[in-house]
C-alpha cells in the first residue's frame, strides 16, 4: 500500500527558507521509477501543481516557483524534498506529495506552510 508522510511545515517569514519532505512508502518498485509530485492549496484555491520530478530528475516547476524552490528525491531514504527559498506571503497554502501508481493516485495528508511576518 502506498504511504506518503509529508512533514518540514510550519511559520516562516517573508524571505525566509524552508525544507519540506515526504517519505514514501509501498511504490512497486522504487521511487526512482515514479513521477514524483508536490502541491500545494491555499484556502478557497484550487489545488495547484508546484514541482515535480521524473525517475530520470527531469523537473517542472509552476512559474509562481521558478527560481525559488527545488525539488530533489533521495530515493535511498525513500523521500522526496522541496526546498522553499526567498518565500512569500502568497506561498502560505497546505503542500501536498503524490504520486501516480498503476493508474490510481495518491496523496499524502499535507503539511501547513504559513508565510506572515
Known amino acids: 500500500q502506498v504511504q506518503l508522510v509529508e512533514s518540514g511545515g510550519g511559520l516562516v517569514q517573508p524571505g525566509g527558507s524552508l525544507r519540506l519532505s515526504c517519505l514514501a512508502s509501498?511504490?512497486?518498485?522504487?521511487?526512482?521509477?515514479?513521477?514524483m509530485n508536490w502541491y500545494r492549496q491555499a484556502p478557497g484555491k484550487q489545488r495547484e501543481l508546484v514541482a515535480e520530478?521524473?525517475?530520470?530528475?527531469?523537473?517542472y516547476y509552476a512559474d509562481s516557483v521558478t527560481g525559488r524552490f527545488t525539488i530533489s528525491t533521495d530515493n535511498a531514504k525513500k523521500t522526496v524534498y522541496l526546498q522553499m527559498n526567498t518565500v512569500k506571503p502568497d506561498d502560505t497554502a497546505v503542500y501536498l506529495c503524490?504520486?501516480?501508481?498503476?493508474?490510481?493516485?495518491?496523496w499524502g495528508q499535507g503539511t501547513q506552510v504559513t508565510v506572515s511576518s
Open positions: 509501498g511504490i512497486p518498485g522504487s521511487m526512482s521509477n515514479s513521477v
Open positions: 520530478i521524473t525517475g530520470d530528475g527531469g523537473t
Open positions: 503524490g504520486v501516480r501508481v498503476s493508474g490510481s493516485y495518491y
